[in-house]
């Protein structure tokens, strides 16, 4: 009984050691803010329709980046801005009367560490890139 005890967790502390998971590293940008609409902002990753990670909340004006973890494998992501608005937190989007939609959607595999670069321009949409920062 001692013998199947350690066995498993041997198996359980070698499955924590080798987790199947790599880091995202998002990039937010915005530009074409309007004097007066510097909003207080989040940006949140989703993979597969589950929320992974939220970015400290920050003004438009502000770049910003954070880092999640990311299961390993073909995902689904999204990536969603909130504004703060009366003090309560919605969704970036042309639904709740702003001027663009402020989400990134993609289906991507994950292998190694990965960098999205992502511009929410009010004027012109959502500019993205996965290579080097998106050009304004």
């Not at 050691?17 to 902002?41: C, M, N, R, S, Y």
């Not at 949140?44 to 990311?70: M, Q, Y």
């Not at 494998?73 to 009367?97: D, F, M, P, R, S």
Request: proline share 3%; aromatic share 12%; net charge negative.
């Amino acid at each position: 009984m001692k013998k199947l005890l350690l066995l498993a967790l041997l198996a359980f502390s070698f499955q924590l050691t080798f987790a199947q998971t790599t880091k995202l590293t998002v990039f937010v940008k915005f530009t074409g803010i309007e004097d007066g609409f510097d909003h207080l902002t989040r940006t949140s990753v989703w993979i597969d329709g589950r929320e992974i990670g939220v970015s400290p909340e920050t003004l438009e004006s502000k770049t910003g980046s954070f880092t999640v973890d990311v299961p390993k494998g073909n995902h689904e992501i999204t990536v969603i801005n909130y504004a703060q608005y009366e003090g309560k937190w919605e969704e970036h989007t042309l639904a709740n009367e702003y001027s663009v939609d402020c989400i990134y959607e993609s289906t991507r595999s994950f292998k190694k560490p990965e960098r999205l670069y992502l511009v929410f321009d009010l004027n012109e949409g959502t500019r993205s890139s996965w290579k080097k920062p998106v050009k304004e």
